[in-house]
């Protein structure tokens, strides 16, 4: 580990020690580091034959229009991604679903968008962890 001096203006440094402390984070060293990491595993995302994990989530109405049927077969035709999935009934109407999800990224976000975009289904989000990632 190095350490490192770095120039900011006042008001971006404003902005970091408030989303600091929002998030919890015990420095803005570790702030910082979860920055680059986080902007590392977006820009890894998107090359081409990235391999890694996708966390899924949605919530959905299960009793519409056969949706939760649809989104079960989606995941049966796409079974060489998925790892697991939990499933919480959230209330009389409303599920919700994470999936986890391991292989090419590309094809990861292609099937998490074909799911989310379904109609009924909110609240969708995927959080890409790509498997080759710098040690910082
Ligand atoms: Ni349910």
Do not use: W
């Not at 391991?102 to 989000?125: L, N």
Request: glycine share 6%; net charge negative.
């Amino acid at each position: 580990m190095q350490r490192i001096t770095i120039t900011i203006d006042d008001d971006l440094l404003d902005t970091l020690d408030q989303m600091s402390e929002r998030r919890g984070y015990q420095s803005r060293s570790e702030a910082l580091r979860d920055i680059v990491r986080r902007t590392l595993a977006e820009e890894a995302t998107g090359m081409a034959e990235q391999r890694g994990y996708g966390v899924l989530s949605y919530v959905y109405e299960h009793n519409t229009r056969e949706l939760a049927g649809r989104l079960t077969t989606s995941q049966h035709h796409h079974h060489e991604l998925m790892v697991s999935t939990l499933h919480v009934h959230l209330n009389h109407d409303e599920c919700l679903e994470v999936a986890i999800l391991k292989g090419d990224m590309a094809e990861i976000q292609h099937f998490s968008s074909a799911m989310t975009a379904q109609r009924g289904v909110r609240h969708g989000h995927l959080q890409c962890i790509p498997d080759v990632m710098p040690e910082i």
